[in-house]
């Protein structure tokens, strides 16, 4: 298991190389430079801005500088934030991410699951239909939508909660944005494991337990669950990875410091240090979910394991 | 996780020391984007300087409308000349960690400040200082003949390159504040850290979480801090407004520093008298190419500022009620007086576009032979209304409009590098003079993105900034203005207001048209 992670790391290496090579040099194709503004600097001055970043060196020996830094840990500093070099910012706003993103998930397992385990146990009768149709709302209204929705109602009108901001991390500071990121995802779920499990059901093995006689709750419980994750699992990895470089919708509504405006804000800014920093710790991010589904994978199904 | 725990533990131990005192106030505001850098010679927005303003002072202050007034600096002189100002420091005046602010933090604020090497944004600002833009353009490079001298600890002096009426207006500008020299010597570029900062201003700031807010608390130092009555402000970064009215509401907000157009009526409507939408020292104008046919003709220029209907812009399309601009310095700027007016401004709106229509005429253009033209801006919805308008009032002229735009960084700098027929642009003055707008159709400046060159105009700008004389000043000025509208330089379109909603509980605001509003004039009442 361990060489098989091993090997899985180090073959993506290359493609991670790739990606910097590819994100560094297209970057540069882009019209206007991090220092193109409202207002024209004074050639004197863009030419001791361009010294300060090394963009005054060939291109080549600016990629050099910057992959022999990457090497070292060093993802260099933010042409925009000056105070703050990359490495800095991401290690600042990946908590806040990260918290949000990781309660969003484990909510947005635990009612998936439970909402498709139901669906699935009263197929096409009332508590199916009542589901689908609150799950249909979920998938079809977009959080920039829900989002003021829920403040207005939850934030201004009733006034039980605040409206945005972080508050130090306090519960009803996270209740909104949560809810928000979990909705659609939740959703989601429940229909991968709704449509999982009857498939599941249909299975040799269930017509035994149901031949055995164990109920169609208990069978559920004890017997389809367990194989019928396995989509959900791999609907996971994409999500997790998806939630957890943050949303630039719910960080910019609710006002929170996480990662996931810096990709955007970055990019529009030419903050050329940025964006990389950004597109590598995407990858590996994304790298490292990818490995664990797979890890998952063969917990839940024998047949990888054993393969 | 750990940042967490730290900034909870921060605000956590905050909040007990703001409990501890009798009746702490916290002033929120919304501050818009995330400022750059807390060190004042990075600093290049409106919410940055609302920071920076309030953590720093320098030789010269703004009082609550935003006038200079005495600051570090108690009293100045001036020599006959107007060239050498002699500054005497107030007594008492310290850094938020009790040493004194001396000549010498200043002397070494403005030497770093030109320094190349440090590469200031900004520095361009205070240029009216002798060899300042030597210096910082590499051709001088020993700093002892920068025009700025600490005589003693108390007295500071600077020489300029020749007299200006702007230069006290110009050292309130963060390009002015003092540093901390025995802070950066110790700490180098870490001296701006959080845990190391010390200023010299009203508040000092205690947090900064990148992307959420900046909190900045009474600096007990401060010389004023007897007449200081709000504790502690929390700069918040928040982009967007529609989010930020709602917290208002909800009262999590004193002050919104802007807030969505669309929305101007319902905040009329229903928080009456909360909503401070006054004319702001700034214009919005399209420059036009002068270069390239037809263009280069001033009577097709003339043609497309008089068939673009200003009354309709402000009220209808933009909503705020922006005033229409018929002159190119906006009205209000020091010493000035009323700005010079395009002669057809009291035309009605038919009379205009009938002499649009002969001017273009004459030049060819006609709705049977239309001109195919190019407009860009920059991508935002207001820039696009306003485009969208224009295009049509201009389209019966017979000129068809192709609309263009792209973001931020790569309209300027296509702009600069004369890729326009049409562009979009806006300026906000940097300080309280006429020059500041007039000096944007100058030959040869960056800022002058259509190239129009005219050498009376700028023989009389450069004869206006060596004379002396305020009146005398401004006749020169008046003059240059008229030889920029007659010649139809840019087509000036509104003035900018600033908008603000400041809560009832908020005392002490007063409306300018430089929309600077520190902290310290203002006081919170529950």
Redo the contacts between chains.
């Keep these: 298991m361990f060489s098989y992670a091993f090997k899985r790391l180090l073959s993506t290496i290359p493609v991670l190389w790739i990606a910097v090579t590819l994100a560094f040099f297209v970057l540069r194709l882009?019209?206007?430079?991090?220092?193109?503004?409202?207002?024209?600097?004074?050639?004197?001055?863009l030419?001791?801005?361009a010294?300060?970043y090394n963009l005054d060196k060939p291109l080549v020996e600016q990629y050099l500088i910057y992959v022999g830094n990457v090497l070292q840990g060093d993802l260099g500093p933010s042409f925009?934030?000056?105070?703050?070099s990359v490495t800095e910012?991401l290690?600042?706003?990946v908590?806040?991410t990260f918290?949000v993103a990781s309660l969003a998930i484990v909510l947005a397992v635990i009612i998936g699951v439970a909402a498709g385990s139901i669906g699935a146990i009263y197929q096409n009768k009332l508590p199916d239909y009542m589901i689908g149709f609150v799950i249909l709302t979920g998938l079809v209204l977009p959080n920039f939508l829900v989002a003021?929705i829920l403040?207005?109602v939850f934030?201004?009108k009733l006034?039980w909660l605040?409206?945005?901001?972080?508050g130090?991390?306090a519960l009803r500071n996270l209740v909104l944005p949560v809810i928000v990121l979990t909705l659609p995802h939740a959703a989601r779920i429940s229909r991968l494991m709704r449509g999982s499990i009857i498939e599941v059901m249909n299975a040799n093995y269930i017509r035994t337990a149901r031949a055995k006689g164990i109920g169609p709750r208990l069978t559920v419980m004890r017997h389809a669950i367990k194989p019928a994750l396995m989509p959900v699992v791999s609907y996971l990895g994409p999500a997790a990875s998806y939630l957890l470089t943050g949303s630039l919708v719910v960080?910019?509504?609710?006002?929170?410091?996480?990662i996931g405006?810096y990709f955007i804000t970055a990019a529009?800014?030419?903050d050329y240090g940025m964006v990389l920093g950004t597109v590598i710790f995407y990858m590996v991010l994304i790298i490292i979910l990818n490995l664990l589904v797979d890890v998952a994978y063969a917990f839940l199904d024998p047949k990888v394991r054993t393969r | 996780m750990n940042q967490i725990l730290k900034s909870t533990f921060a605000a956590g131990a905050l909040a007990l020391l703001l409990a501890g005192s009798a009746s702490a106030v916290t002033l929120n505001m919304h501050n818009g984007g995330d400022p750059t850098s807390l060190d004042p010679h990075k600093l290049s927005g409106d919410w940055e300087n609302r920071i920076a303003g309030d953590i720093f002072e320098g030789l010269v202050t703004e009082d609550a409308g935003a006038n200079p007034v005495p600051g570090q600096a108690e009293s100045w002189t001036v020599s006959d000349d107007k060239t050498v100002y002699t500054f005497k420091l107030r007594d008492g005046i310290s850094w938020s960690d009790g040493k004194p602010v001396t000549a010498s933090d200043f002397l070494f604020a403005f030497q770093r400040l030109f320094d190349p090497k440090n590469a200031a944004e900004y520095a361009y600002l205070q240029f009216t200082i002798k060899n300042a833009a030597a210096i910082n353009e590499g051709k001088i490079t020993d700093m002892a003949q920068l025009g700025v001298k600490a005589i003693d600890d108390k007295t500071l002096e600077i020489t300029l390159e020749q007299p200006s009426p702007y230069f006290i207006g110009a050292l309130t500008h963060y390009t002015g504040y003092p540093l901390p020299k025995h802070v950066i010597d110790a700490k180098g570029a870490d001296w701006v850290k959080i845990e190391n900062i010390v200023t010299n201003g009203a508040y000092k700031p205690t947090e900064w979480v990148p992307g959420s807010h900046v909190l900045a608390v009474k600096n007990d130092k401060y010389y004023g801090a007897a007449g200081v009555k709000i504790d502690a402000v929390k700069f918040v970064t928040l982009e967007d407004n529609a989010a930020a009215l709602k917290q208002y509401r909800a009262g999590e907000f004193d002050i919104l520093t802007d807030f969505p157009k669309d929305q101007y009526q319902w905040i009329q409507e229903n928080l009456p008298g909360q909503a401070h939408v006054v004319p702001f020292a700034g214009l919005y104008y399209y420059v036009i190419n002068s270069t390239k046919p037809p263009f280069d003709n001033a009577n097709v220029r003339k043609a497309l500022s008089m068939a673009v209907n200003r009354e309709v812009i402000g009220p209808q399309i933009l909503g705020t009620g922006e005033l229409p601009a018929y002159s190119w310095v906006p009205p209000g700027m020091s010493g000035y007086g009323d700005p010079v007016m395009v002669d057809w401004k009291d035309l009605s709106y038919g009379d205009k576009v009938a002499e649009a229509k002969k001017l273009l005429a004459e030049a060819g253009i006609t709705p049977e032979k239309p001109l195919k033209a190019q407009l860009r801006y920059n991508t935002n919805d207001n820039h696009k209304r306003i485009a969208v308008a224009i295009a049509s009032m201009w389209k019966p002229l017979g000129i068809d409009i192709e609309l263009y735009n792209t973001e931020t960084k790569v309209h300027y700098d296509e702009m600069q590098r004369g890729l326009l027929e049409i562009g979009r642009a806006g300026w906000l003055a940097d300080y309280n003079d006429a020059d500041n707008f007039l000096s944007l159709l100058k030959t040869g400046i960056e800022h002058n993105y259509g190239k129009w060159s005219n050498a009376d105009f700028d023989k009389l700008i450069e004869d206006g900034n060596k004379e002396q004389d305020q009146a005398k000043r401004a006749e020169l000025f008046h003059k240059a203005e008229k030889i920029a509208l007659d010649n139809t330089a840019a087509i000036p379109i509104y003035y900018y207001l600033s908008e603000n909603i400041v809560s009832p509980k908020i005392k002490g605001f007063q409306d300018n048209a430089f929309d600077i509003h520190r902290t310290r004039w203002l006081e919170k009442t529950e």
């Design positions: 882009a019209p206007g430079g991090p220092f193109d503004g409202e207002r024209p600097l004074p050639p004197a001055i030419k001791n801005l010294a300060h925009v934030n000056e105070d703050f910012q290690m600042i706003g908590p806040y918290t003021p403040q207005l934030g201004v006034g605040p409206v945005a901001g972080w130090n991390g960080e910019t509504v609710f006002g929170l410091p996480g405006k529009l800014n030419r």
